[in-house]
């Protein structure tokens, strides 16, 4: 199993722990042992490397820092709709 299965699988395990209760309520105080949004950001970027990996990626990516935005200049985005 690869780092980034190994991760998601420890993520999905936490968000399901916190959903079944790890939050506590006495009168108007409350505990929350852990923060389920940030779970559940932590279970999505390691789904996306686990799914990139499963792909073969090498988990980066390149860079276009020309402002063109991959097109050569004058060229138009006749692709989208505004």
Do not use: H, N, P
């Not at 499963?54 to 935005?69: I, N, P, T, V």
């Not at 060229?75 to 709709?81: A, F, K, V």
Request: aromatic share 8%; net charge positive; hydrophobic share 30%.
């Amino acid at each position: 199993m690869s780092t980034a299965t190994d991760m998601r699988d420890k993520y999905l395990a936490a968000e399901v722990a916190i959903l079944s209760g790890q939050s506590y309520r006495w009168g108007d105080r409350q505990l929350t042992r852990a923060d389920l949004a940030q779970v559940q950001e932590g279970r999505r970027e390691w789904e996306r490397k686990a799914a990139s990996e499963a792909r073969g990626g090498r988990g980066y990516s390149l860079a276009d820092f020309s402002g063109s935005g991959g097109r050569e200049a004058g060229e138009r985005d006749w692709g989208r709709c505004r």
